[in-house]
Structure formats: C-alpha cells, structure tokens
C-alpha cells in the first residue's frame, strides 16, 4: 500500500472541532487522502470522562473520517500521559502500530494537539519519518513550547492549524522552528460550532432562550484547581463577575460551572444574583460554551482567561469581559506557567490593546518565559518592552524578570550585581560560578601533573 494517510491524535473536542473546521475548508489537502481518528482520553481517570469517541454531539465530526482507532485501548491498562517508551523501543512500536492501524507503508502526515507531553510527545518520536503537525489547544497555541524537545522532531513540525480567534496575532508554539501557522477563518470554526450544538436535542439548554430578557453568560474555570488562588478567592472572583454583568445592563446571568468545581460556586453567584436584583439559572450540559452564548443570545460572555472569550467574539459577535486577569497574571507561578499567554492576551483585549501591540506582548511575553527555546524573540521583545509604560511591562513581565534577561524597564542593579544578565542566556551570577568552578578543576589537573599524582 502506498498514498498518504493523516492521523489525527486528538484528545479535546476543541481540537477535533479545530481539525474538522481545517479540512472542511480544504486547508490540509485533497480528499483523496485517507483520515484516521485516533481519539484518546487523557482524563486523571479516563473510565469516568466523556471521550471522543463516544460523545453522541461529535458523531457528525467524526464523520469526517475514513476511520477511527482509539488510544487507550492500546495502551490499557497504562495511562497514555505515562506512555514513555525508551529510544530502542521506538522502531518495534512503529511498527507494531503501522501493523495494528494497518498503515503498512504509507506516507503519514500526523497531527497532534499538546506535543510537550505524552502521549502526542511519543507519538510524534514514534513515527520517525511522519511529517507533523499540530492542531492548536485554544489559547495556549500562542505560547511557545515549554520544553526543548529533539532536533530529529522539531525538524518535521511543518503546520500549526489553529482557529483564528485573535486575528493578526501569530501563535508562538514551534514559531523557533519555521512551522507555517495555518489559520482557521472564524466563520468556518463557527459553522462546526454551530454543527456541533445542534447535533443533538438539548431542552436544558432550549429552557433557557429568552430573547427579549438581556442575558451574559459566566465561564467557571476552577482556577483554585490549578492552584491559582483559593476556593473562597475563586468565589469573590465569580460574584465579581455577577457585578460585571450587572453593570453592563445584563437582566439574566447563565453561569456554566466547570464539569469538576463544587455546587458552592453556583450557589454563591446565585446569591449576589439576587443581591444585584438579576435573575440567575446554571447551564451544566455539554455544548461548548462559545454555542451556549450564541444559543442564548448573549449580550456579553464573562469569564477569567477562557479561551470562549475571543472565540466568542470574534465567530459570534459577542462582546466579552474578562474579571481577574491581572490577579491571574501576578499569580501564576512559574513564571513559565503555560496558562500565562492565555491569560496576558485575554487581559490585553480587555483593555482595549490594539492588535499590533497585543503581537508584542505575546512577543515579549513568550521570550520572557522561554529564553533558551524562542531566542530569535529577542530583538521583537525589547522593541514592545521599551514602548510600554512601566506599569504595563511590570503587569506582564515583572521586574525580577526583565533584569534577569537584560530588558528594557530592568531596574537598576544594586551593589553586588555587575551588569550584562542572561540576555538570554545563562546569567552572570551561574557564569561566575561556572568560571570559578572551570578554576578549580584546572588547578586540580595543574597539581596532578605536577606532583605526579
């Protein structure tokens, strides 16, 4: 068998809506090609969540492919995010693989979402001639990868396909490595939204459509799960954007909690709800949040960082509002957290920042986080650094940050500090070292061979 055939390794239904979107649109190739699904679960327990293969609202998505070949049942009864088979390994895998999917000699284009990490990581190494090719996770598309990976991989990365949510901005994820991002219009992204909604019946949600009552609808994220801030943190958070729908003349506030976040979080902004003299009902079913707001007529969407934000806005319409992102941004910790581009581009389209200078913050942002990876960064990031106000550059980059790399806005050093920091590199402090420590090894072979020792 010859040809070529494309594996979509997929495991949210934001990127299988992404992947189908793209070839709907003709932007990955002919249809003479064969597609495969192969959907997995990287849920903390996969028995218990809803997968991509088994979600009756995404039978329509896939649809689109010749066929499908789960993960999981593969791997049982290891969990894929622990998939780390050993280098020796990889050629008998990929060719247990070529058997099992009955791939034989075919050219495969593989496409992947999150490849930091197992099991899109391995798959990528697995596949050692595949051309490859990511599919975007939202937001965290415009971050860079956050961890070097081999030379023998990054080489094939050829696309990144990603709905085109923030328009004119450039995604920084494989942006070191010449990957050609492929941009999903939103009006083709919307069309799969919208197919995907009215794929299947939902009176919960059909309850709800009042057109003439003015409605906003607030995205739970349950960020006290990633450890950003507290429970009760969380819910000040929340009832903070119970005021903001309020203020913007919302009637109705529709809150879609989080699949994992306690019944406390409805109950509270049920609470200020009423205090604000604004009627209140919880949406908890299964339509992405972008068609719920479009369902519902929403006159504003309001969450923290989701991405629903600008997907919301930019293939709807629909204004939206985000509450808490800076307390996000001088929380997150690392500073390397993957969730900081996401939440520093959702800040900036709060404020009004125009698209030029949003590529900049995500720019400077993306360097800040990853020096070593996004080096040729540098040059745009000290261009967007040294035209914002300090108050701005010390919101997305903080001090500590810009002395360490030697960017504009770094305070001054104090006594003890020399000049000339990491710049993007090791910094002069770990060079001090490093050269004292070079030092004492030399003297150490000078003694030896004097002393014959």
């Known amino acids: 068998m ?15 809506m992404t992947a189908v979107a793209a070839i709907d649109a003709g932007l990955l190739g002919d249809d003479d090609v064969e597609r495969i699904l192969v959907p997995m679960s990287t849920a903390a327990v996969p028995e218990t969540a809803p997968d991509l293969e088994s979600v009756p609202r995404l039978a329509p998505l896939r649809a689109r492919f010749d066929r499908i070949e789960p993960l999981n049942p593969l791997l049982d009864p290891l969990h894929p995010t622990t998939w780390h088979p050993g280098e020796q390994e990889l ?6 693989l070529r058997r099992t999917w009955a791939l034989h000699d075919a050219r495969l284009e593989l496409f992947v979402q999150s490849p930091q990490v197992a099991p899109a990581r391995t798959l990528m190494a697995l596949f050692s001639q595949a051309q490859l090719n990511v599919i975007g996770d939202g937001l965290m ?15 094939r990365v050829a696309r990144v396909v990603h709905p085109d949510v923030v328009p004119g901005v450039v995604p920084l ?29 939902d009176a919960a949600l059909d309850a709800l459509v009042s057109p ?36 913007a003349g919302a009637q109705r506030v529709v ?40 369902r519902l007529g929403a006159a504003a969407v309001i969450a923290g960082f989701s991405t629903a934000l600008p997907t919301a806005r930019t293939v709807f319409g629909i204004p939206g509002h985000a509450v808490g992102s800076d307390t996000v941004l001088a929380r997150l910790t690392p500073y390397e957290n993957s969730n900081r581009v996401p939440a520093a581009i959702v800040d900036a389209l709060e404020r009004g920042i125009a698209t030029d200078e949003l590529q900049g913050i995500v720019d400077a942002v993306g360097y800040a986080m990853q020096p070593h990876i996004v080096g040729h960064l540098r040059p745009r ?59 004492k090894r030399r003297a150490r072979r000078v003694w030896k061979a004097a002393t014959g020792r």
């Open 173 to 201: 994820v494989f942006a070191e490595t010449g990957a050609i991002p492929v941009p999903v219009d939103p009006a083709d992204h919307g069309r799969v939204l919208c197919e995907v909604g009215q794929a299947q019946p």
């Open 255 to 294: 809150f879609k909690p989080h699949p994992s976040a306690p019944p406390a979080f409805s109950d509270a902004l049920g609470q200020r709800a009423s205090a604000r003299g604004v009627a209140f009902a919880t949406y908890a079913g299964d339509q992405p949040a972008e068609y719920v707001a479009h």
């Open 141 to 155: 598309t415009y971050s860079p990868i956050r961890s070097a990976m081999p030379r023998q991989v990054t080489e």
């Open 91 to 96: 050629p008998m895998l990929e060719r247990l």
């Open 381 to 439: 990031a000290i261009a967007a650094l040294a035209a914002m106000t300090g108050r701005d550059r010390e919101r997305y980059v903080p001090s500590d940050r810009l002395r360490a790399l030697d960017l504009p806005g770094a305070p001054a050093r104090g006594r003890w500090q020399r000049p000339g920091g990491q710049a993007g590199g090791v910094g002069r402090w770990e060079e001090l070292q490093l050269t004292a420590a070079g030092a």
């Open 2 to 16: 010859s040809g070529t055939i494309q594996l979509f390794a997929l495991h949210s239904a934001y990127g299988l």
């Open 212 to 247: 003439d009552v003015p409605t906003a609808l607030v995205i739970g994220q349950y960020l006290s799960a990633l450890g950003l801030m507290s429970q009760d943190d969380e819910t000040s958070l929340q009832t903070r954007m119970i005021d903001r729908a309020a203020d």
